[in-house]
């Protein structure tokens, strides 16, 4: 099993910025996948950004150039700073694990994001 907390969320102004955090412990396996996904009220949930073990970030083309996702291995911390926040950015964000061992993924319990316009 796998347990994810998240923290950072928050109300902030179009524009401002907000850092997100994600911890894993349990069971880790090092080759791993870990990102964040946003659910909107009325909207699927939807992947925001991701990042392996060894580094390789992908990302929505609706965040790109504003969030930067990174991680610390020795922590099983991963992070997302968002910059230039929008009112669509508002959303429910969860942080998600996953590894080649098992299937399916882990989810955290979610962390309120809003952005006052």
């Known amino acids: 099993q796998v347990q994810l907390v998240e923290s950072g969320g928050g109300l902030e102004q179009a524009g401002g910025s907000l850092r997100l955090s994600c911890t894993a412990s349990?069971?880790?396996?090092?080759?791993?996948?870990m990102g964040w996904y946003r659910q909107a009220p009325g909207k699927q949930r939807e992947l925001v950004a991701g990042i392996t073990s060894g580094g390789t970030t992908n990302y929505a083309d609706s965040v790109k150039g504003r969030f930067t996702i990174s991680r610390d291995n020795a922590k099983n911390t991963v992070y997302l700073q968002m910059n230039s926040l929008k009112p669509e950015d508002a959303a429910v964000y969860y942080c998600?694990?996953?590894?080649?061992?098992?299937?399916?993924?882990?989810w955290g319990q979610g962390t309120q994001v809003t952005v006052s316009s």
């Open positions: 349990g069971r880790i396996f090092s080759s791993n996948a």
């Open positions: 998600n694990y996953a590894d080649s061992r098992r299937a399916g993924a882990y």
